[in-house]
């Protein structure tokens, strides 16, 4: 295995001043990695907000407005307000069970110019981060390919 940056090998990262180290230089390039392929979703003509829900109601289909404010965190006349302005605009759609449920229990679902738009973000952010990716060595690409799963398992560990 390759040594890190100091000169240490990757199996002492364990100790706690090299992983603080770590976190320390892979924090701000995470960040601004993070922030740079939100923007491509503003190119597109969405917020960054209006993205998230909308990626989120495709994955989970059917999800009601009180399940999806507990997830990102806001109250739910927020959240319902949100909902309200992308179905008007044709991205959300609401559903109830029966046409006698009660009108707040509703299901949302991703309209075919929704799914078309996250479509268009998705390509969006992948032309902007594959230009970049074709800048590296192939070394280097095969590294941050070999990074994919350390990284995905950073956001399954719970504290």
Known sequence: MAA??????????NEAGDVAALADRLR?????????LRREAQKV???VLDAQILGIIRKCPGMGISELATLEQMSRPTMSAH????????????????PDADK??????????GEQTLQSIRRSRNTW?????????????????????PLSRLLEIRF
């Not at 890190?4 to 990262?13: I, L, V």
């Not at 701000?28 to 740079?36: A, E, G, H, W």
């Not at 981060?129 to 799963?149: K, S």
């Open 28 to 36: 701000p390039v995470m960040l601004k990695l993070s922030r740079r």
């Open 104 to 113: 707040r229990r509703v299901q949302l679902s991703l309209t075919a110019e």
């Open 83 to 98: 909902v309200k302005r992308l179905e008007a605009v044709g991205w959300l759609t609401r559903e109830t069970d029966r």
């Open 4 to 13: 890190m940056r100091d000169g240490t090998p990757p199996d002492q990262t």
């Open 45 to 47: 003509g969405i917020s």
């Open 129 to 149: 981060l594959g230009a970049r990716l074709a800048t590296l060595t192939p070394e280097e690409c095969a590294a941050l390919d070999a990074a994919i799963g």
